[in-house]
């Protein structure tokens, strides 16, 4: 009867999931790519946290597979930004006991959420565009907040301290290797901040529109001259109205280029700007791409200045 327990015993350890096995580490959950890279880095050499949304996932409309949310249901702690991004963990979050913790970042960085901007132009703004941007007011019940925050180095440090003092808390035994990490990635993220602000210090006064309003806090960061969004559904091709007026606005714009994300399909873009003498590009703010890990944030925040600095450098 023993022998019959340990091969049971045996073949469940094989069909259980990493997050359902004891571990010396706590088990931590985090939404989106970006937020699971920080945290990632922080957790470096003590654990790996499990990433809900992969690829080009959507945080607006994801489903949690089963597993996930077995996992989410054991998590000691959650890493996500708010129910107006990560829509659909509002409900399981709702129901977790005592035990697990959340870092929610819409309400731990209020003070420096930016108000959302709206589809349309933004040519009395583009200049607006500085880390003493246009903030929510606590008080207000009208103004909605902006919560792409991760776009921002200075925003990510502040986001890697809250991870590790979270961490220390809930397992001081390594809370060393957390601060450790936490200093190490501050002074990554502080390079990073400058050699992005080099490297886009030659297009900052160049004029762009972006078909999805994501990148305020990037463009407020390094001061980039977005003059405007075009905000279609990528899943319906505009009608000829629409296009008209699409082509239009980016000629009243000056817009050198035209920036979308990876969901729309080429041949979309192509006749959205026709006639303009626009350029097109690509960009991307969850990284649906790049690898999961404590360098995607990196790759992600490199990718997108490439991208915006081939974009808006004039053809020779």
Not at 122 to 145: I, L, T
Request: one cysteine or more; glycine letters at 8%; hydrophobic letters at 40%.
């Amino acid at each position: 009867m023993a022998k019959v327990y340990l091969i049971c015993l045996f073949l469940g350890s094989l069909l259980s999931p990493a997050w359902a096995v004891a571990s010396s580490f706590p088990i931590v959950v985090v939404s989106i790519k970006p937020l699971h890279s920080l945290v990632a880095g922080v957790m470096q050499g003590v654990g790996t946290p499990l990433l809900l949304v992969k690829g080009g996932g959507s945080p607006h409309g994801y489903v949690l597979r089963p597993s996930e949310a077995r996992a989410l249901s054991r998590a000691q702690l959650v890493v996500w930004v708010g129910e107006d991004l990560e829509s659909f963990l509002q409900k399981p979050l709702a129901t977790l006991g005592k035990r697990s913790q959340q870092l929610k970042l819409s309400e731990e960085l209020q003070d420096d959420l930016l108000v959302k901007q709206q589809g349309g132009s933004w040519e009395g703004r583009a200049h607006q565009h500085s880390r003493e941007g246009e903030h929510v007011d606590p008080n207000s019940r009208y103004q909605s907040a902006d919560l792409h925050l991760w776009l921002d180095p200075a925003l990510a440090k502040q986001i890697v301290i809250l991870t590790s003092n979270r961490l220390s808390e809930i397992d001081p035994t390594h809370s060393s290797q957390y601060h450790s990490n936490m200093t190490a990635l501050v002074t990554k993220l502080d390079q990073l901040d400058q050699n992005l602000k080099k490297q886009l210090a030659p297009v900052k006064n160049i004029p762009y529109i972006v078909f999805h309003a994501a990148y305020q806090y990037f463009e407020s960061a390094y001061g980039l001259n977005a003059v405007g969004s075009i905000m279609i559904d990528p899943e319906r091709k505009p009608g000829a109205r629409k296009i008209k007026e699409i082509r239009q606005k980016i000629n009243q714009l000056g817009a050198r280029c035209i920036f979308s994300e990876p969901q729309f399909e080429s041949r979309l873009i192509a006749t959205v700007i026709e006639g303009t003498g626009a350029k097109t590009g690509i960009l991307d703010p969850l990284g649906a791409d790049l690898p999961a890990g404590p360098e995607a944030y990196f790759q992600l925040m490199t990718q997108l200045a490439d991208n915006l600095l081939a974009g808006l450098t004039p053809n020779r």
